[in-house]
Protein backbone atom coordinates (compact mmCIF):
# COMPACT_ATOMS: atom_id res chain seq x y z
CA UNK A 1 0.00 0.00 0.00
CA UNK A 2 1.25 3.05 -1.28
CA UNK A 3 2.07 5.53 1.77
CA UNK A 4 2.15 9.75 0.86
CA UNK A 5 5.09 11.68 2.26
CA UNK A 6 4.01 15.11 2.82
CA UNK A 7 5.85 17.57 3.95
CA UNK A 8 6.39 21.51 5.45
CA UNK A 9 9.12 23.73 6.21
CA UNK A 10 8.98 27.34 7.93
CA UNK A 11 10.21 30.41 6.41
CA UNK A 12 10.48 33.69 8.05
CA UNK A 13 13.25 36.20 6.22
CA UNK A 14 14.61 32.91 4.28
CA UNK A 15 12.81 34.08 0.77
CA UNK A 16 16.41 33.54 -1.01
CA UNK A 17 17.30 30.21 0.53
CA UNK A 18 14.00 28.74 0.02
CA UNK A 19 13.17 29.87 -4.00
CA UNK A 20 16.79 27.32 -4.11
CA UNK A 21 15.14 24.44 -1.63
CA UNK A 22 11.55 24.37 -3.37
CA UNK A 23 13.39 24.05 -6.67
CA UNK A 24 14.91 21.19 -5.96
CA UNK A 25 12.49 19.57 -2.76
CA UNK A 26 8.75 20.34 -4.30
CA UNK A 27 8.77 18.03 -6.78
CA UNK A 28 10.19 15.05 -4.34
CA UNK A 29 6.97 15.04 -2.38
CA UNK A 30 3.67 14.37 -2.44
CA UNK A 31 2.48 17.86 -0.84
CA UNK A 32 4.61 20.45 0.47
CA UNK A 33 3.41 23.35 2.76
CA UNK A 34 5.44 26.43 3.95
CA UNK A 35 5.05 28.40 7.17
CA UNK A 36 5.68 32.04 6.91
CA UNK A 37 3.86 35.02 8.78
CA UNK A 38 1.50 37.57 6.89
CA UNK A 39 3.74 40.58 7.07
CA UNK A 40 6.78 37.98 4.78
CA UNK A 41 5.30 39.34 1.16
CA UNK A 42 8.87 38.02 -0.36
CA UNK A 43 7.81 33.97 0.78
CA UNK A 44 4.79 34.07 -0.15
CA UNK A 45 5.71 35.67 -3.51
CA UNK A 46 8.25 32.55 -4.00
CA UNK A 47 5.61 30.30 -3.04
CA UNK A 48 3.63 31.91 -5.38
CA UNK A 49 6.00 31.22 -7.94
CA UNK A 50 6.40 27.55 -7.66
CA UNK A 51 2.69 26.92 -6.72
CA UNK A 52 3.09 25.78 -3.24
CA UNK A 53 0.93 26.20 -0.53
CA UNK A 54 1.30 29.35 2.26
CA UNK A 55 0.13 29.08 5.43
CA UNK A 56 0.67 32.42 7.52
CA UNK A 57 -0.15 32.54 11.14
CA UNK A 58 1.09 35.24 13.94
CA UNK A 59 2.03 32.48 15.78
CA UNK A 60 5.55 33.15 15.18
CA UNK A 61 5.74 36.42 17.27
CA UNK A 62 2.32 35.94 19.47
CA UNK A 63 2.51 36.74 23.02
CA UNK A 64 6.18 38.34 23.27
CA UNK A 65 8.19 35.37 21.09
CA UNK A 66 11.38 36.44 20.04
CA UNK A 67 10.76 33.52 17.04
CA UNK A 68 8.50 30.98 17.76
CA UNK A 69 9.41 28.76 14.79
CA UNK A 70 7.78 25.99 17.41
CA UNK A 71 4.36 27.69 18.52
CA UNK A 72 4.04 27.83 14.72
CA UNK A 73 4.85 24.71 13.87
CA UNK A 74 2.51 22.92 16.79
CA UNK A 75 -0.45 25.07 15.85
CA UNK A 76 0.15 23.63 12.26
CA UNK A 77 0.53 20.12 13.05
CA UNK A 78 -3.14 20.31 14.97
CA UNK A 79 -4.50 22.00 11.92
CA UNK A 80 -6.13 19.90 8.74
CA UNK A 81 -4.17 21.50 6.42
CA UNK A 82 -2.09 18.36 5.55
CA UNK A 83 -3.82 14.51 5.49
CA UNK A 84 -1.25 13.35 7.97
CA UNK A 85 -2.23 9.73 6.43
CA UNK A 86 1.35 8.65 5.88
CA UNK A 87 5.05 10.14 6.48
CA UNK A 88 5.82 13.79 7.65
CA UNK A 89 8.80 15.75 7.04
CA UNK A 90 10.08 18.61 8.34
CA UNK A 91 13.15 20.40 7.05
CA UNK A 92 14.71 24.10 6.94
CA UNK A 93 14.03 26.03 4.49
CA UNK A 94 17.98 26.40 3.81
CA UNK A 95 18.12 22.49 3.02
CA UNK A 96 18.09 21.33 -0.44
CA UNK A 97 17.99 17.53 -1.39
CA UNK A 98 19.57 16.70 -4.53
CA UNK A 99 17.40 15.25 -7.21
CA UNK A 100 16.54 11.47 -6.01
CA UNK A 101 17.34 12.13 -2.68
CA UNK A 102 13.51 10.86 -1.80
CA UNK A 103 13.46 7.98 -3.71
CA UNK A 104 16.67 6.55 -1.55
CA UNK A 105 14.70 7.94 1.54
CA UNK A 106 11.63 6.48 1.13
CA UNK A 107 13.01 3.22 0.62
CA UNK A 108 14.24 3.38 4.70
CA UNK A 109 10.90 4.58 5.70
CA UNK A 110 9.63 1.38 7.16
CA UNK A 111 9.33 1.39 11.02
CA UNK A 112 6.20 3.34 11.47
CA UNK A 113 7.07 3.73 15.26
CA UNK A 114 10.45 5.67 14.70
CA UNK A 115 11.79 8.96 13.54
CA UNK A 116 14.15 9.69 10.87
CA UNK A 117 17.30 11.67 10.26
CA UNK A 118 19.88 12.20 7.33
CA UNK A 119 23.50 13.67 7.10
CA UNK A 120 23.82 16.87 5.77
CA UNK A 121 27.07 19.38 4.07
CA UNK A 122 27.71 22.51 4.21
CA UNK A 123 27.22 24.76 0.83
CA UNK A 124 28.88 28.48 2.22
CA UNK A 125 28.39 30.97 0.06
CA UNK A 126 26.09 31.78 -2.84
CA UNK A 127 29.13 31.89 -5.46
CA UNK A 128 30.21 28.38 -4.16
CA UNK A 129 26.80 27.16 -4.57
CA UNK A 130 26.34 28.40 -7.50
CA UNK A 131 29.72 27.22 -8.82
CA UNK A 132 28.47 23.59 -8.11
CA UNK A 133 24.84 24.58 -9.95
CA UNK A 134 26.44 25.63 -12.54
CA UNK A 135 28.50 22.21 -12.95
CA UNK A 136 27.45 19.95 -10.94
CA UNK A 137 28.62 16.66 -9.50
CA UNK A 138 26.23 13.59 -8.48
CA UNK A 139 25.83 12.40 -5.13
CA UNK A 140 24.72 9.29 -6.36
CA UNK A 141 27.89 8.37 -8.15
CA UNK A 142 27.06 5.23 -10.54
CA UNK A 143 24.55 3.96 -8.64
CA UNK A 144 27.19 2.44 -5.73
CA UNK A 145 28.36 5.43 -3.87
CA UNK A 146 26.95 8.17 -1.87
CA UNK A 147 29.46 10.71 -2.35
CA UNK A 148 29.86 13.10 0.51
CA UNK A 149 32.51 15.21 -0.26
CA UNK A 150 31.45 17.49 -2.65
CA UNK A 151 31.22 20.04 0.64
CA UNK A 152 32.35 19.68 4.29
CA UNK A 153 30.00 17.68 6.13
CA UNK A 154 28.22 18.98 9.11
CA UNK A 155 28.68 16.76 12.39
CA UNK A 156 25.47 14.68 13.62
CA UNK A 157 23.72 15.38 16.92
CA UNK A 158 23.77 12.27 19.88
CA UNK A 159 22.12 12.45 23.68
CA UNK A 160 23.49 9.82 25.97
CA UNK A 161 25.13 7.92 22.96
CA UNK A 162 21.93 7.74 21.10
CA UNK A 163 21.23 9.37 17.38
CA UNK A 164 19.21 12.35 16.98
CA UNK A 165 17.47 13.59 14.42
CA UNK A 166 17.31 17.33 14.41
CA UNK A 167 15.57 19.89 12.70
CA UNK A 168 16.99 20.39 9.54
CA UNK A 169 15.04 16.85 8.30
CA UNK A 170 12.95 14.87 10.67
CA UNK A 171 10.43 12.15 9.12
CA UNK A 172 8.03 10.38 11.00
CA UNK A 173 4.98 8.41 10.39
CA UNK A 174 2.29 10.64 10.98
CA UNK A 175 -0.50 8.11 11.97
CA UNK A 176 1.16 6.98 14.84
CA UNK A 177 1.84 10.51 16.37
CA UNK A 178 0.25 13.02 18.37
CA UNK A 179 1.28 15.60 15.83
CA UNK A 180 2.44 18.68 18.33
CA UNK A 181 5.65 20.27 19.03
CA UNK A 182 7.19 21.44 21.98
CA UNK A 183 6.64 24.89 22.44
CA UNK A 184 8.91 25.57 26.13
CA UNK A 185 11.73 27.94 24.08
CA UNK A 186 10.46 31.76 22.88
CA UNK A 187 12.82 31.53 20.12
CA UNK A 188 14.24 28.26 16.87
CA UNK A 189 16.34 26.40 19.49
CA UNK A 190 16.11 22.94 20.96
CA UNK A 191 12.77 22.34 20.21
CA UNK A 192 13.57 20.24 17.47
CA UNK A 193 15.54 18.03 19.66
CA UNK A 194 13.01 17.74 22.49
CA UNK A 195 10.55 16.54 19.74
CA UNK A 196 13.05 14.00 18.15
CA UNK A 197 13.74 12.66 21.62
CA UNK A 198 9.61 11.74 21.81
CA UNK A 199 11.27 8.42 20.31
CA UNK A 200 13.22 6.22 22.38
CA UNK A 201 17.00 6.25 22.13
CA UNK A 202 16.95 2.92 19.18
CA UNK A 203 13.69 4.39 17.50
CA UNK A 204 15.67 7.26 16.43
CA UNK A 205 17.13 6.15 12.78
CA UNK A 206 19.63 7.94 10.55
CA UNK A 207 19.16 7.37 6.86
CA UNK A 208 22.74 6.55 5.42
CA UNK A 209 22.20 6.66 2.06
CA UNK A 210 20.71 10.46 1.86
CA UNK A 211 22.34 13.93 2.30
CA UNK A 212 20.88 17.60 2.51
CA UNK A 213 22.56 20.48 1.44
CA UNK A 214 23.06 23.05 3.83
CA UNK A 215 22.62 26.91 1.80
CA UNK A 216 24.38 29.68 4.07
CA UNK A 217 25.53 33.00 3.25
CA UNK A 218 28.09 33.12 5.12
CA UNK A 219 29.91 31.05 7.75
CA UNK A 220 28.24 31.43 10.71
CA UNK A 221 28.08 30.86 14.37
CA UNK A 222 25.99 27.98 15.39
CA UNK A 223 22.72 29.55 16.02
CA UNK A 224 22.94 32.85 14.49
CA UNK A 225 19.75 32.64 13.16
CA UNK A 226 17.74 31.20 16.19
CA UNK A 227 16.27 34.59 16.98
CA UNK A 228 15.40 35.60 13.49
CA UNK A 229 17.34 36.04 10.36
CA UNK A 230 20.92 38.11 10.65
CA UNK A 231 22.97 36.99 8.15
CA UNK A 232 23.53 38.80 5.41
CA UNK A 233 21.24 38.07 1.74
CA UNK A 234 22.13 34.63 -0.38
CA UNK A 235 23.58 36.39 -3.50
CA UNK A 236 26.35 36.87 -5.01
CA UNK A 237 29.37 39.23 -3.40
CA UNK A 238 31.83 38.69 -6.08
CA UNK A 239 34.04 42.22 -6.53
CA UNK A 240 35.24 42.19 -10.50
CA UNK A 241 39.16 42.39 -10.65
CA UNK A 242 39.48 44.78 -13.05
CA UNK A 243 36.86 47.23 -11.44
CA UNK A 244 34.32 46.62 -13.95
CA UNK A 245 30.42 46.29 -13.47
CA UNK A 246 28.95 42.95 -12.80
CA UNK A 247 25.20 42.07 -12.75
CA UNK A 248 25.82 39.01 -11.42
CA UNK A 249 28.05 41.25 -8.25
CA UNK A 250 26.59 42.97 -5.44
CA UNK A 251 29.04 45.44 -6.69
CA UNK A 252 28.02 49.05 -4.90
CA UNK A 253 29.14 52.33 -5.94
CA UNK A 254 27.81 55.02 -3.48
CA UNK A 255 24.97 52.69 -1.83
CA UNK A 256 23.45 51.83 -5.33
CA UNK A 257 24.32 48.22 -6.92
CA UNK A 258 24.01 47.52 -10.79
CA UNK A 259 20.72 46.69 -10.56
CA UNK A 260 19.49 49.74 -9.32
CA UNK A 261 21.96 51.56 -11.87
CA UNK A 262 20.26 50.01 -14.49
CA UNK A 263 16.89 50.49 -13.42
CA UNK A 264 17.54 54.16 -13.12
CA UNK A 265 19.35 53.85 -16.91
CA UNK A 266 15.99 52.33 -18.32
CA UNK A 267 13.82 54.86 -16.43
CA UNK A 268 15.96 58.51 -17.64
CA UNK A 269 15.73 56.30 -21.21
CA UNK A 270 11.93 56.30 -20.96
CA UNK A 271 11.58 59.57 -20.28
CA UNK A 272 14.15 61.11 -22.89
CA UNK A 273 11.78 59.06 -25.63
CA UNK A 274 8.85 60.55 -24.37
CA UNK A 275 10.25 64.12 -24.60
CA UNK A 276 11.76 63.11 -27.56
CA UNK A 277 8.56 61.58 -29.55
CA UNK A 278 6.21 64.50 -28.11
CA UNK A 279 7.89 66.92 -30.76
CA UNK A 280 6.39 64.92 -33.44
Not at 71 to 95: P, T
Not at 128 to 145: G, H, I, L, N, T
Not at 214 to 242: A, C, D, M, Y
Request: with cysteine.
Amino acid sequence: MYSPVEAFTTCVGYSDFLSWSLLFNRPQFDNLVVLTTPQDLKTQEVCSFHHVQCYATEAFFAEGQTFGKSQAIDEFLKSDVLSKSGWLVHFDSDIVLPPRSMNHIRKELIETDCIYGIDRVSAIGFDKWADYVSDPKVFYEQEVWLRLDRFPIMPRVYKDGYYVPIGFFQAWYAPNSENSYPTVHQNAARADMLFAMRWGGQKRKLIANAVGIHLESEHGNLGVNWNGRKTPPFKSRVIPEQGGESVLGVWEQGGESVLGLWEQLEKALEEFKAIWFSNY
